[in-house]
């Protein structure tokens, strides 16, 4: 048998052909701007509406100025390890200014958020020992898991007495750490963390909490999940990314001067990764910097969410258990979710379909990311957009309308003339 038999006859590959046969194809798609709320895509203006540039700091001045100096001073890249020659005075900064923000003693730095997930649980868990998670948990956790010795056992999503019935399974007597997500990236609902917490004691566990999309959204000045419940003492390990409201790449842990100090010393992901370069660590000391001096930020980002959950929900749409920027709208089948990612593409909205095995059979859906930077203009505009998309595919009432909201006449339109001359105006 050849290797790469699986190469040629996958049906991942035949299902990307279908689509891209179909000019459905969804992924790959070239950006050729900035990710600001509006963006060129293969030469097309767009608004952007798959970004998880949460507080919208990529194009902030200060932010970029601070990376243009790093590279002046540093240079590039780093071309070590942490472990050995990789450690820069700016590295030790951030992990202090990363302690200080979310609430514990000490901080440490992972080239990317994947990796810090792969790398805090291949170390932290061994043989012998349990991870619990939720069902919903991100991709990196379930690899994590996977690269460490430990037994992994899921829980329903969200759901405590499942929860519980897993805690109960495994006794109080073996070692154990439950890891959630802060916001659920798919669905972007809130871990129940009060409740996550109240059973960790109970059954002698400890919690880490994996806050990719909390840093930046939820808790005082964006200090994440923890900080929004008042638990910061009671999660033992709070998990980051820098590629979402922090507007770099990378990621962290944050925990008790011990645990980071043994990951240090004992994380493979660590110790054989080359650092984060200059420019990424003066790029996130410098947007914790404009988040706190600038918290008018994420009050224009919840506003912006909620106007436009209020919009999905007044034309008919789905959008799940949704409480915070990440908003879904559920479409079912993946064909379809195809089709108005395609309609909506078309009409300039440019969005990102999840479908099976991101989400359960049957439950595709585009995922909407907010930018406190968008304006009322493009939440509008990308009302309209789904309004013509969803009628056309037969996904929402004829009697409910965004459009007639805005008071914009189009009677004298068919849907299909209307959304050409959309088209049109807005590129």
């Known amino acids: 048998m050849d290797m790469f038999d699986k190469c040629y006859k996958s049906e991942v590959v035949q299902g990307a052909k279908y689509l891209i046969k179909n000019d459905l194809y969804p992924y790959f798609h070239t950006v050729e701007s900035g990710q600001d709320p509006e963006v060129t895509v293969e030469g097309k203006k767009m608004i952007m509406m798959g970004s998880n540039n949460y507080l919208g700091l990529t194009s902030n001045w200060r932010v970029k100025a601070a990376a243009i100096r790093a590279i002046q001073k540093y240079g590039v890249g780093c071309v070590g390890s942490r472990f050995l020659n990789g450690t820069l005075d700016i590295h030790v900064k951030l992990e202090k200014d990363i302690a200080d923000f979310v609430g514990k003693e000490k901080a440490l730095l992972f080239s990317t958020g994947m990796l810090t997930n ?220 195809f089709q108005m990612w395609k309609t909506l593409y078309e009409l300039g909205i440019f969005t990102t379909p999840i479908v099976s095995p991101a989400t359960p059979p049957g439950r595709g859906l585009l995922r909407i990311s907010m930018m406190a930077t968008h304006t009322d203009e493009h939440i509008d505009r990308t009302l309209e957009a789904f309004e013509i998309a969803g009628r056309e595919l037969g996904l929402i009432d004829k009697n409910r309308s965004w459009i007639r909201r805005k008071k914009f006449h189009y009677s004298m339109f068919n849907l299909r003339s209307l959304r050409n001359w959309m088209s049109k105006v807005w590129n």
């Not at 909490?209 to 419940?229: E, P, Q, R, Y």
């Not at 001096?293 to 506003?303: A, T």
Request: aromatic share 8%.
């Open 118 to 337: 792969f790398g805090v649980l291949s170390a932290i868990a061994g043989l012998h020992e349990y991870i619990i998670i939720d069902e919903y948990d991100h991709a990196s956790i379930i690899d994590g898991c996977r690269l460490s010795f430990a037994k992994m056992i899921k829980f329903k999503h969200n759901d405590m007495d499942d929860l519980e019935r897993v805690l109960k399974f495994i006794g109080t007597e073996k070692a154990k750490l439950i890891v959630v997500d802060g916001i659920y990236s798919m669905e972007g609902d809130i871990a129940n963390l009060p409740g996550i917490v109240d059973l960790a004691k109970k059954y002698n566990s400890r919690v880490m909490v994996d806050d990719a999309h909390g840093i930046g959204v939820l808790g005082k000045n964006g200090s994440g999940t923890a900080a929004h419940f008042g638990l910061t003492d009671k999660v033992d390990i709070i998990m980051g990314t820098f590629s979402k409201s922090l507007a770099s790449i990378g990621g962290f842990i944050a925990a008790d001067e011990d645990v980071i100090f043994y990951v240090k010393h004992l994380s493979r992901i660590l110790i054989f990764t080359a650092s984060l370069s200059p420019s990424n660590v003066a790029t996130v000391i410098a947007a914790l910097h404009v988040i706190k001096k600038d918290s008018g930020r994420i009050k224009r980002l919840w506003k912006n969410a909620q106007k436009m959950r209020n919009g999905f929900k007044a034309l008919g749409f789905d959008t799940g258990k949704s409480e915070t920027p990440i908003i879904p709208v559920i479409i079912g089948e993946d064909e379809k979710t």
